[in-house]
């Protein structure tokens, strides 16, 4: 098919229309809604609950919802919430042990397979889902029940046509436009009445038709171009060059004590990032020890009981479970994946408490480098 033949112009109703038939389709539909304070991805049923009017306000520890235009629905970028909690739940039972009389049986986890379709996913977003792909569907060390969930998923990207102020994917190629891998992409056009819908794929293609929209033409290819090349121009942040090689160069560099003075080392940066994926095992037994189970739960590297082997801790510092953080998801991470943990979303700067920014810190590193300070 040609561009256009795999594009059409939705409203409203066909918005609401698509969302519909993926649930008719017997997926759940999880997508971005005004929760409080905040955008939260949870359960939709209709594109009437999307957060239409919302718009945010970011930098470096600073979250605030404001007005948007009244028509749009999209306005807002990313929140606290990242889709990986839906394809990597934040607790997962592994196995249950049962007693019998001739010893304990075992049983699997839950192998109950749900079908997502994640709605307004952001094009760093993709991103990080492609990450995680890397991390747990990689051959022999694959992870069954994030390979089935992912498979099974739907994905719906929304284009970002602006930016909020932590954003740095420019920099690290990951938006504001996805360039594939989804099954539909959505740009809003205007004042939010219209929207361009593209189809990538067989799944993609098929739903297409259940949104009733009209062909879209060139005029509305420019406008969606021009969407997010506003989007751009709006982002002011941006990551160091060859940052891999430099964090590599500065490993002792006195930088890591400097940013530990200001970490509080609450986790908030690990548990908002879309690709982190530090876990912890906990055993529990009932009462009687008859029945054990084993849980996988979120943990992180922020921790100080994360690196804890007989005898104790092996990162008692601050400063260096800052610099393995650091350090792995933007160096490290490329020699075990081949690509950077970090994706540009800026929600690690956003929801710091005290603010610490990844890309500032990157950059006083390289600064401080080439004065010949480390």
């Not at 971005?32 to 939709?44: D, K, N, Q, S, T």
């Not at 249950?96 to 075992?106: E, K, L, P, Y």
């Not at 942040?237 to 490993?251: A, F, G, I, T």
Request: aromatic residues 8%; hydrophobic residues 35%.
């Amino acid at each position: 098919m040609s561009e256009i033949q795999d594009t059409v112009v939705i409203g409203r109703d066909g918005l609401n229309a698509l969302i519909a038939a993926l649930r008719a389709d017997g997926y759940q539909v999880i997508g971005p809604r005004r929760a409080g304070a905040a955008i939260v991805l949870e359960p939709l049923e209709s594109g009437d609950e999307l957060p239409a009017g919302c718009s945010d306000e970011q930098d470096g520890g600073r979250y605030r919802l404001v007005e948007g235009e009244a028509g749009r629905l999209f306005d807002y970028v990313v929140g606290p919430h990242a889709w990986k909690r839906w394809l990597y739940p934040p607790e997962q039972r592994l196995f249950r042990a049962r007693r019998g009389d001739g010893g304990f049986t075992v049983e699997a986890g839950d192998g109950t397979v749900p079908r997502y379709a994640l709605f307004g996913v952001r094009s760093c977003d993709l991103a990080a889902i492609r990450v995680q792909d890397r991390v747990f569907d990689n051959g022999d060390f694959a992870d069954p029940g994030y390979v089935a969930r992912r498979s099974a998923a739907f994905i719906v990207v929304v284009n970002c046509a602006r930016a909020a102020g932590t954003c740095f994917c420019t920099s690290m190629g990951t938006g504001p436009r996805a360039d594939g891998g989804y099954d539909l992409a959505l740009t809003e056009l205007g004042d939010g009445g219209e929207f361009l819908l593209e189809a990538d794929g067989d799944r993609g293609c098929a739903a297409l038709a259940a949104a009733s929209g009209r062909p879209a033409g060139p005029v509305d290819l420019d406008a969606a171009r021009a969407a997010t090349e506003r989007a751009v121009g709006q982002i002011k942040r941006s990551m160091v060059p060859d940052v891999e090689q430099l964090l590599k160069r500065n490993l002792e560099s006195p930088h890591w004590e400097r940013v530990a003075q200001r970490c509080l080392g609450c986790t908030n940066c690990t548990m908002v990032c879309p690709t982190c994926f530090c876990t912890t095992m906990v055993d529990t037994t009932d009462l009687s020890g008859d029945t054990a189970e084993r849980w996988r739960k979120w943990d992180s590297c922020f921790g100080l009981d994360f690196s804890y082997i007989h005898g104790g801790s092996i990162r008692r510092e601050t400063a260096s479970r800052y610099r393995q953080w650091m350090t792995h998801k933007l160096s490290h991470w490329h020699d075990q994946f081949g690509v950077s943990g970090c994706v540009g979303c800026g929600r690690c700067i956003a929801w710091c408490p005290v603010g610490i920014d990844i890309t500032e810190e990157a950059r006083a590193i390289a600064d401080a480098g080439s004065e010949g300070r480390t």
